[in-house]
T-cell receptor
Framework: EDQVTQSPEALRLQEGESSSLNCSYT??????LFWYRQDPGKGPEFLFT?????EEKEKERLKATLTKKESFLHITAPKPEDSATYLC?????????????WGAGTKLIIKP | KAGVTQTPRYLIKTRGQQVTLSCSPI?????VSWYQQTPGQGLQFLFE???????NKGNFPGRFSGRQFSNSRSEMNVSTLELGDSALYLC?????????????FGPGTRLTVL
């Protein structure tokens, strides 16, 4: 069964303290992996798409990487405004009909 | 380019009533997906429409239905509301919903059932 697992469920960091969020997946034929950021009460905001193992993408303090089994979202020197829930989703091949499989998210809190 | 818009933003209904939510996708996007989000369950896929046809459906009861119009705008309807239907309902649009296609989300409609 296709599955996406995010860890940790929650992460508290001090401002400036770098860390990584994990998204592990077991799917048949990865087409793409997506990272979104969601603020409370709002819709998810698209961050990155990764297509193949070894690929990396960066945006400001965020860097996403992909291996054959997992993706990491690295946050360098975070600021309080980076506090949000980060969601990972995978688009699989096979009989998935292009539907996304979502992880439960990691709630990130950056303390000033 | 305008983003995905959803109306209304907030709704309060009572059990047994029905509700209709609306979603206008990004111009040029033909696929619209609907999700229910609750604190305990995360993002749950409801259904997806493409070219006025329901292409995919999640595991929700028949009380949840939707449709898409020729201009790609979509509505979802929930009949006979239950307390457990209280949630944030999100709409996402994408160009075609095929291949590797990014979904862009609207702000959501917060539904509270009393």
């Amino acid at each position: 069964e296709d599955q996406v697992t995010q860890s940790p469920e929650a992460l508290r960091l001090q401002e400036g303290e770098s860390s990584s969020l994990n998204c592990s997946y077991t799917v048949s034929g990865l087409r793409g992996l997506f990272w979104y950021r969601q603020d409370p009460g709002k819709g998810p905001e698209f961050l990155f798409t990764l297509y193949s193992a070894g690929e990396e993408k960066e945006k400001e303090r965020l860097k996403a990487t992909l291996t054959k089994k997992e993706s990491f979202l690295h946050i360098t020197a975070p600021k309080p405004e980076d506090s949000a829930t980060y969601l990972c989703a995978v688009q699989a091949g096979g009989d998935s009909n292009y539907q996304l499989i979502w992880g439960a998210g990691t709630k990130l809190i950056i303390k000033p | 380019k305008a983003g995905v818009t959803q109306t209304p933003r907030y709704l309060i209904k009572t059990r047994g009533q029905q509700v209709t939510l609306s979603c206008s996708p990004i111009s040029g996007h033909r696929s619209v997906s609907w999700y229910q989000q609750t604190p305990g369950q995360g993002l749950q896929f409801l259904f997806e429409y493409f070219s006025e046809t329901q292409r995919n459906k999640g595991n929700f009861p028949g009380r949840f239905s939707g449709r898409q119009f020729s201009n790609s705008r979509s509505e979802m309807n929930v009949s006979t509301l239950e307390l457990g239907d209280s949630a944030l309902y999100l709409c996402a649009s994408s160009l075609s919903g095929t291949s590797i296609d990014t979904q862009y989300f609207g702000p959501g409609t917060r539904l509270t059932v009393l």
